[in-house]
């Protein structure tokens, strides 16, 4: 899953795709570099960042989304109001990638009303409080108990568990040892859930600590990262730098004999 920002604040490519057919180019190139899925996104998480009003997020996805989906991309959006959703189904996206796991009031509801597939990802916090204080008794717990209450909710909803991804939520209202206590915890996750797993480690500032690297410093970390997700389960990566992951994907895929992943 290769990261397209429509946003012109986004912390690693802020202001650099304005414009429809910047954005769709970017997106073409991640695609000839072995991306499955452009994950498109126009409101930034990072902490500080200036909340988007849904019209507005909507005028930024929505064209980009159309474009994609018109070339034959498989797409996904990532957003957590029923708005911008509703607006995304309506011009084909694939995959719903919400970082409040559907928690927005209408936003299951919303999601139910199309058939495309779903990421629910854990978020402990807001992505303005989030990493002020992040504390839990059993992080892979209580992460994997989270997940599966959201399962729950939109099968309750009517949403059928084989469109459902979910998502540990790297960085998320998590210190490094909360990190790397799921990162060592994902075969646990997978197996008590038993959905696809996605992982999106790329660049963030968990490698800050390990490393002491910048932002735009960070790649061989992050690549890292992306093997040891794959080893532990995960089955989409969501990242900036394609080439370089999936050609970690190939390598991953031939040593443990799975031959044939793309
Ligand atoms: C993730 C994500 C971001 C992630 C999923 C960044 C939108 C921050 N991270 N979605 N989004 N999982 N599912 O560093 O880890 O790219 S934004």
Known sequence: MGVLN????????????????????????????GAAIIDVGGESTRPGAAPVAADEEICRVIPIIEGLVSR????????????VIRAALSVGVHLINDVRALQSPGALEASAAGSAAICLMHMQGTPVSM?????????????????????????ASGIDRNRLVVDPGFGFGKTLDHNLALLRGLPKIAAAIGLP???????????????????????AGSL???????????????????AE?????????????RGGVT
């Open 6 to 33: 429509v946003t012109p604040d986004s912390f690693s490519d802020g202001g650099r795709f304005v414009d429809v057919s910047a954005a769709l180019d970017h997106a073409e190139r991640m695609i000839e570099a």
């Open 72 to 83: 034959g991309a498989r797409v996904s959006v990532d957003t957590s109001k029923p708005e």
């Open 131 to 155: 990493q002020k204080a992040p504390a839990y008794q059993d992080v892979v717990i209580e992460v994997t108990d989270f997940l599966k209450a959201r399962v729950e909710a939109c099968v």
């Open 197 to 219: 797993i996605l992982a999106g480690l790329s660049r963030k500032s968990m490698l800050s600590e390990l490393t002491g690297r910048p932002v735009h410093e960070r790649l």
């Open 224 to 242: 890292a990262l992306a093997f040891a997700a794959l080893e532990g389960g995960a089955r989409i990566i969501r990242c900036h730098d394609v």
């Open 245 to 257: 992951t999936s050609d970690v994907v190939k390598v991953w895929a031939a040593v443990r004999g």
